[in-house]
């Protein structure tokens, strides 16, 4: 068996749902206060002390209450010792979920952090060659000035359906071509992948349904078959 050259982090990354009636998550959100909604059609809302951000309207019942969590609020709710099964089960228990948004990461750095395998300009050109598995068309690239590809996106952008990998790195303002991040957002299959998380499924395999790169040895060792 092969020695393994990757630290991977597996992790829900961004979650939205829609519910009839919202069921708090006792204290791992913190206290709340008002707060402006990030929704037109909403006319109340509050942030809770971890971020987590809740809003409905008070005198439309046919507007079901909408609920945000975002990756630092995920972060902060599994340091109080919940996993992304626990999250996600306990929305799902709430009445008529409708989950609208589950964002899946994978970040991988090198054991001798030295270059990455998988850099997003060789996903970006694997898939212009045709070397990529999906049926998600393959959408314009973020560069830099220099024109190096920062970011690749396997999907549609503007739709919110697609594959990103990008240079988590930059963004955190370390070395570039270390820290890479995968992430998967499907607004359509939202509630398909809802099921994926909370049957404990490998977040890796669930990617490789919608998007595969099975030629990479990289992707292969990061992402799986």
Known sequence: MNKKSYIVKQHLDYLTASVSKFTPFDDYLGDSEPCKPLIGNYNTAVRYEF??????HTHNPKLKTHITLTGETLDTMRTYGLSDADIVSHIKSMKKTNFKRIDLAITSIRMDKSIHGFLPHFAHYL???????????????????????????????????????YDKGIELGKEANRLIRIELERHSVANSI?????????????????VSFPQSSDWLEIVGS
């Open 194 to 210: 809802a099921k994926d998380v909370i049957a404990g499924n490998d977040y890796g395999a669930v990617i490789n349904r919608y």
């Open 51 to 56: 971020g987590a951000i809740v809003q409905w």
């Open 127 to 165: 898939a212009l060659s045709g070397w990529c598995d999906t049926r998600l068309a393959l959408d314009k690239p973020v560069t830099d000035v220099n024109l190096n590809i920062e970011t690749a996106y396997i999907g549609q952008r503007k739709k919110r359906e697609e594959l990103r990998v």
